[in-house]
Every structure is written in structure tokens, then in C-alpha cells.
């Protein structure tokens, strides 16, 4: 007994002395790294340009993992960055790297608008194309906001127009006797058309080339605005493509012939010797520094995703994905509770998702707006269905020209796959105590009464988004009957229906906000960004805050998760780690 009592002693005592090992360990690193964030600053150049690369798909906003330099440059990052570097008198220019990103138009029109901004502080911006690919108008209307255009010579300039095309499924089910069941309110929610139809239905193609046609006419319009020619002109140069970069020089598309590096140097030159640093890195250099510490707050609420019931899907070493309802209801609530929080702006960029999850989040907002604070909704590529409806009560919605918004309808049903089992030799059975308990089974279709309560549900939940959207919008419900039907309009069209108060971007958006808070137009805010990051080093950067030191050693932390080791460790963490009536808006054209 003696034995084992030592035996147990040392066992803890040994426990204990490993657990202080680790515990001295981080203490020492986090001194170190401290250290080093003291000598280091931000470790930003004095004189710089800053380079930024539009060439591969930028998410509009993202949730920062524990490890927030592993976060995607997002159109957020993007207008923000651009928006404090237009302040800083170390930044003289920015050189972009534009042509195949298959950017949106709604996404090239926030790009646009963050360029301008950027250069009415003073600032140059060169973008060079070692190709516009794409047919679309959204790479080359984003690079339309460029003081210059580089493009390499011989390079292709395939900008032309809009178009769209998507995938019928009914076909294929006939032939493997699948059976596809689908309710729909009402005939241009064209998301169940992939299930049930073999080509466009008439309303679907009706909405779709008026989205089109509004998406052409508007990127016409912004490209000539910026290039300073006529629309027309721009149109007939359009009608050209595919051509060559010479081609497009000699209608004034772009404004000169080179090479990446040709254009970068020139951008280098005339930044009078400036040194490059990559956008995305400034951005997380200066985001420890507040600019406007102690002014008014604005909360930006960034939603962008399918909205599901829950929290969020990502792990904790990843960027989160997706807009969990109970994350972003405890968002609002806590953007209510803080003080210093006069308004709030709602980004919104989903194609919809869960009926319920979405009413959690609008039921949020709407006890927000009773507790005195503002709501303004800045629309972002899409913002459509269950995205329309949690910003149907905002004292503002902003959108786009080119957003996709509206698409005021449900969706629901499923496939079975019974029969097609059958054809490959498959047995399949299923045994359910309760008439509808295997009601959503894949194996055999809705019964008659099945189909009956669900057609039931999409009735009620259909007229329902109607009243709230008449209520919200203060509009005749009539109205909004004519304008919902499951139809998906841009900013500029549903402006015009009375869906959307006015078009812009973010910072449109902000100017509302500040004028219904009472915050003077000039006066400086600073953003609170939700919902709020969670994590080791989240919780680690709180304890800090208000440090200098503290801000320092999460400098050092993040120039530590850029060594290679840092990235296997991620990568290893990471790799251990829908029913029902929705609304929903996919199957749409993004380019």
C-alpha cells in the first residue's frame, strides 16, 4: 500500500511538473514575442505601395479563425483597408493585379467605389491584366477604378456582356426513375427548376435576362463614368470582343502595353522609390491601431453565407463559414448591449437558407431598432430570400446597382431514389411507427396527404415573408405581392419596386447609419466588428487590450504563425476537427 501511495505521489507530482513546464513555456514565448513586437512596430515600411491581387474568388466577408493571419483578403478587408492606407501618409499607391477572379458586377461596383475613395486621399492606383478571360464585365469594370490600365501586350480582352446557364436535372431523373417533388411559391423561384424542369420555365427566363440586361446596362454605365467615354462608345468596344489588348488601347479600354513588372515599376517610380507590401498584410499590421479610439462606435454585423440554425459551421482554426442564427442573434444582442455602439450596419451577402434560423436573426434586429439603435442593411452580391427577409425591418437598405436581391418566396421538397435503387439490383426498405414519420425518407415519394401538408406549410410560411416584408417596407401588401412571387430583381430594379431606399456601397451605408444615430457626417466612428472572434489567441488579445506591450506581442504571434511550422500545425488541427421549408435563392449566375 506504502508502494502504491508513492506510486501515485510521483505519478502526480510528475503531472504537475509537465503541466508548468507548458505553462513556463508559453509564458517565456509570449515575453519573447513581446520583445520582438517592441522592436518591430508594425513592421510596416515607412513609404510604400500596396499590391493587391483580384485574380482568384474573394469571399465578402469572413469570420476570423483563432489564427487570424490565416484569413482570406475579403471585399471587406478590401474597402476598409483601403479606407485607412487613403490616411496613412506611408501609403502613396496601389498597384492591382486584375483579369481572371470572375469577379460579380455587384462585387467590381464595392471594388470601384473603395478605389475611388482611395484615390480622392491622393493616392494612384495601377492595375495590370495579363488578360481579361472571362466574357463577363466584372473583372474589367473593377479594373475600370485604376488612375492607369497595364495590359500585357498580345493579351486577350474578352469582356463582352452578361450571360447565364445552368443545369437541368428532370431528364437524368426520368432515365435513372428518380422522382423529384418540389413546391415552390411562386413561379420564378427557378431554384427548384434544377430538380423539376428540362429547360428555363418562361418566368425564369423573363427575370433572368432582366437581371442580365440590368447588369450590362449598369456596368456600361460605370465603366464609361470612369474611363470618361460615352456608354455607347463603351457598348460598340464591347461588341468587339474577344480581342486583343492592342485592340482594346486603341478604344481607349486601357491605357497602356507592358508587362507585370513593367507596370509594377511603374508604380514603384512613381511612388518616388516606394517599397511593395501586399494589401492583405497591411491590413492585419494596422488593425491593432485603432485611428478613432473613444469616438462613437458602429457595429458591422458581417453576415455572409447560408443561414442556418445553430452556431457556426467552421472550427476553430478555420475561417467561419456560413450565417449560424444563434451566432449572429448573441451578435446583435451584444452590439445592443455595448454603449458605445450607436448603429448598426448589417452586411448582407447570402443566398438565403433556413425559414427559421432567418426569422431568429430578423427578431434580433427588430428588438435592436425598439432599443434605440439603427439598423442599415449594405447589400452585397447577393442578398436574396431568406438574405431579403432579415433585412426586410432595417431603417435603411443600401444596395448595389448590380445586386441580386428580392427573390421573395419558398422552397421545399426532395428526390426520392427508390426506384433508381431498384434498376441496379439494390433492395431498399424502411419501417416508421407514426403516419409521417418517414415523411422526408429518399427512398419512397410524399404521399397525396403528404404533399397536401406540405404544400400547407409553404402557403403559410409564404404569407407570412409577405406581411413582413408589407410591414418592413411599409408597403401595400398587394405591392409586395406583385413584386415577390419568388423573383429575383438587382439593387436598381428593386429600387424602383420600393425593395431597396437606395444604391451604393458600404460606405453609403455608414453615411445612413451616422445621419439616423445623430453622428455629425464628419465626424470619425470607429467599426465594431461582429460577431466578435473566439479562440486561444482571441481571448489572449483581450487580455491585452489597451497595452501597447500587449498589442506588440500579438504582432509577434502573428509574424510566428507565418513560419512553415505554424502552417503544418494548422493544417493538423484542422484535419481533426437540411430539411424543411427553406428560403432559398441558388442557381444564379454570379459573373
Do not use: C
Not at 517565456?28 to 500596396?50: F, T
Request: charged share 20%; glycine share 10%; net charge positive.
Amino acid at each position: 500500500m506504502v508502494a502504491f501511495l508513492r506510486w501515485s505521489r510521483n505519478i502526480a507530482l510528475g503531472t504537475l511538473n509537465g503541466i508548468a513546464k507548458v505553462v513556463l513555456f508559453v509564458v517565456v514565448l509570449i515575453v519573447m514575442l513581446a520583445i520582438i513586437g517592441m522592436v518591430r512596430g508594425d513592421g510596416l515600411p515607412d513609404k510604400m505601395v500596396l499590391t493587391a491581387d483580384l485574380r482568384a474568388s474573394m469571399p465578402d466577408s469572413s469570420r476570423s479563425s483563432a489564427f487570424e493571419f490565416s484569413r482570406p483578403l475579403t471585399i471587406m478587408d478590401f474597402v476598409l483597408g483601403l479606407d485607412r492606407a487613403s490616411r496613412d501618409s506611408r501609403v502613396k499607391g496601389l498597384f492591382l493585379r486584375v483579369g481572371d477572379g470572375d469577379l460579380s458586377v455587384p462585387q467590381a461596383q464595392e471594388i470601384v467605389a473603395a478605389l475611388k475613395r482611395f484615390r480622392q486621399g491622393g493616392r494612384f492606383v495601377v492595375a495590370h491584366s495579363q488578360g481579361f478571360d472571362s466574357g463577363g464585365l466584372g473583372d474589367y469594370l473593377a479594373a475600370s477604378g485604376a488612375s492607369e490600365i497595364w495590359m500585357q501586350p498580345k493579351a486577350t480582352f474578352a469582356a463582352a456582356g452578361a450571360g447565364a446557364g445552368t443545369i437541368f436535372l428532370k431528364g437524368f431523373f426520368d432515365k435513372i426513375q428518380a422522382e423529384p417533388q418540389m413546391v415552390k411559391r411562386a413561379e420564378y423561384k427557378s431554384a427548384a427548376d434544377l430538380f423539376m424542369e428540362k429547360d428555363y420555365t418562361d418566368p425564369d427566363r423573363e427575370q433572368t435576362t432582366a437581371f442580365l440586361k440590368s447588369w450590362y446596362d449598369t456596368a456600361t454605365q460605370g465603366v464609361a463614368a470612369e474611363r470618361r467615354l460615352q456608354p455607347s462608345a463603351i457598348a460598340a468596344s464591347f461588341e468587339k470582343s474577344p480581342q486583343f489588348a492592342e485592340d482594346a488601347k486603341a478604344t481607349r479600354l486601357i491605357d497602356k502595353l507592358g508587362y507585370d513588372d513593367d507596370a509594377k515599376d511603374s508604380a514603384v517610380d512613381r511612388s518616388g522609390g516606394a517599397k511593395t507590401v501586399a494589401l492583405r498584410k497591411y491590413v492585419r499590421a494596422v488593425e491593432d491601431y485603432p485611428e478613432a479610439h473613444g469616438s462613437p462606435q458602429i457595429a458591422v454585423i458581417q453576415a455572409a453565407g447560408e443561414i442556418t440554425e445553430g452556431g457556426d459551421r467552421g472550427g476553430p482554426f478555420d475561417s467561419g463559414s456560413g450565417i449560424g442564427s444563434d451566432t449572429y442573434a448573441t451578435a446583435i444582442r451584444e452590439a445592443v448591449r455595448n454603449s458605445d455602439v450607436k448603429a448598426i450596419v448589417l452586411r448582407v451577402d447570402s443566398p438565403g437558407g433556413s425559414v427559421s434560423a432567418s426569422d431568429q436573426i430578423l427578431h434580433a434586429l427588430q428588438k435592436a431598432r425598439r432599443a434605440g439603435k439603427p439598423v442599415v442593411v449594405s447589400m452585397g452580391m447577393l442578398a436574396a430570400s431568406g438574405g431579403y427577409y432579415i433585412s426586410s425591418f432595417a431603417d435603411r437598405i443600401v444596395a448595389e446597382p448590380g445586386t441580386l436581391t428580392g427573390s421573395i418566396g419558398v422552397l421545399t421538397g426532395k428526390v426520392s431514389f427508390g426506384k433508381t435503387a431498384g434498376l441496379l439490383g439494390i433492395g431498399v426498405d424502411q419501417i416508421g411507427v407514426g403516419k409521417n414519420a418517414l415523411m422526408n425518407s429518399a427512398i419512397r415519394p410524399y404521399t397525396p396527404d403528404q404533399l397536401a401538408n406540405l404544400n400547407h406549410q409553404a402557403d403559410v410560411i409564404y404569407s407570412d415573408f409577405l406581411q413582413k416584408v408589407a410591414t418592413g417596407r411599409k408597403l401595400p401588401l398587394a405591392q409586395v405581392q406583385s413584386i415577390a412571387k419568388g423573383r429575383v430583381w438587382t439593387g436598381a430594379d428593386a429600387k424602383k419596386h420600393g425593395l431597396v431606399d437606395e444604391l451604393g456601397g458600404f460606405w453609403t451605408a455608414v453615411a445612413d447609419a451616422k445621419r439616423l444615430s445623430g453622428i455629425g457626417a464628419g465626424e470619425a466612428v470607429s467599426f465594431q466588428m461582429y460577431p466578435r472572434r473566439t479562440g486561444f489567441f482571441t481571448a489572449l488579445a483581450s487580455a491585452m487590450t489597451g497595452t501597447a506591450a500587449g498589442v506588440r506581442t500579438m504582432q509577434g504571434l502573428a509574424a510566428f504563425g507565418e513560419l512553415p511550422v505554424a502552417h503544418v500545425f494548422r493544417s493538423m488541427m484542422a484535419a481533426s476537427g437540411q430539411s424543411g421549408v427553406q428560403m432559398r435563392a441558388t442557381n444564379l449566375p454570379m459573373d
